[in-house]
């Protein structure tokens, strides 16, 4: 009897190792449980993220197992130490216990709600998340890369990059490749090397002479293509979304222009891609400033038109 007893035990062991380890992003509560959208853009979850109460900013930071978003906004309720006007913040939701938070200001923000706070990165990893900062105390001054670390499933306090990331001017939101590279992007692209948390090596990169990115740049994992925002006089609207695709030479080719269902006549800035690969995210200019999500789909459809093979 005490045999059979082992052998049953032993087979559900092996089953349960057996069993394919569930990926979050691939479940049906990802993205809060939305419909995916097609080759046609969405507004991106309204009422919860892209919510007419405030005018949302900069691009949507999703964690690498996809159960935490991160956003930024601005908003009348946070006013700068005056008192007039209004701040921009960062907020977020998890999935816990089964469902997905209600939006929530980020806990490392609190202690400085008369600033600006935006422009959520994760690190690769999901360990780090970077966020720039103006005028925070402690900072080069202006507006400062910081982060925070992951420590026992809570963030730690705000910590200031430093040099050589940071300046004392504008440091906008970076992306980071699987490659070890990380970029930022304001006015001109600037190519870090990243090892071990830190940044070195700073190169100026350019795109393409022609083109000129203003605000911040997405660069895919491996570095096949980038996606940018460009003033050009045949564009939809005053600020279009551009792609371009790596070539032989290991060179980003010719822009192409991402097309009147991306562009429109109002601004387009802010792209970026979700960890699976499966969404396109950029801010539309609407009254609200809201984030739409597309599929990448149309990257493909894009990559299908490119002359640079």
């Not at 405030?54 to 008192?83: F, L, M, N, T």
């Amino acid at each position: 009897m005490n045999k059979y007893i082992y052998l049953l035990i032993l087979g559900v062991i092996c089953v349960s190792c057996s069993q394919p380890k569930q990926i979050f992003l691939e479940s049906k509560d990802a993205y809060f449980g939305l419909t995916s959208p097609g080759i046609i853009p969405e507004v991106f979850a309204p009422g919860i993220v892209s919510d007419t109460s405030w005018g949302e900013h900069c691009q949507v930071a999703i964690s690498p197992k996809g159960d935490e978003i991160y956003w930024s906004a601005w908003s009348s309720k946070y006013p700068p130490a005056d008192g007039k006007g209004n701040t921009e913040q960062i907020y977020f939701s998890k999935f816990a216990d089964g469902i997905w938070t209600k939006p929530a200001l980020a806990e490392f923000v609190k202690d400085h709600l008369t600033i600006l706070n935006g422009g959520p990165v994760f690190s690769q990893d999901g360990n780090r998340l970077y966020f720039y900062s103006v005028d925070r105390p402690g900072g080069l001054g202006g507006m400062d890369t910081w982060y925070v670390e992951r420590i026992d499933e809570k963030w730690s306090k705000p910590i200031n990059v430093g040099e050589p990331f940071n300046s004392k001017g504008e440091d906008w939101s970076l992306i980071f490749t699987s490659l070890g590279n990380a970029y930022k992007n304001f006015g001109k692209t600037i190519r870090y090397n990243y090892e071990n948390g830190r940044f070195s090596s700073p190169d100026t990169t350019v795109i393409h002479k022609d083109f000129r990115p203003i605000f911040p740049i997405y660069v895919s994992p491996d570095e096949s293509y980038v996606i940018f925002d460009s003033f050009k006089k045949d564009n939809f609207g005053d600020l279009d979304l551009y792609i371009s695709f790596k070539n032989k030479d290991d060179k980003w080719g010719d822009p192409i222009n991402m097309g009147d269902k991306i562009n429109t006549k109002a601004r387009e800035r802010f792209p970026v891609v979700s960890p699976d690969g499966k969404y396109f995210f950029f801010m539309r200019h609407t009254k609200t400033q809201d984030f739409f999500w597309v599929s990448t789909d149309v990257i493909k459809d894009l990559k299908s038109q490119s002359k640079n093979e």
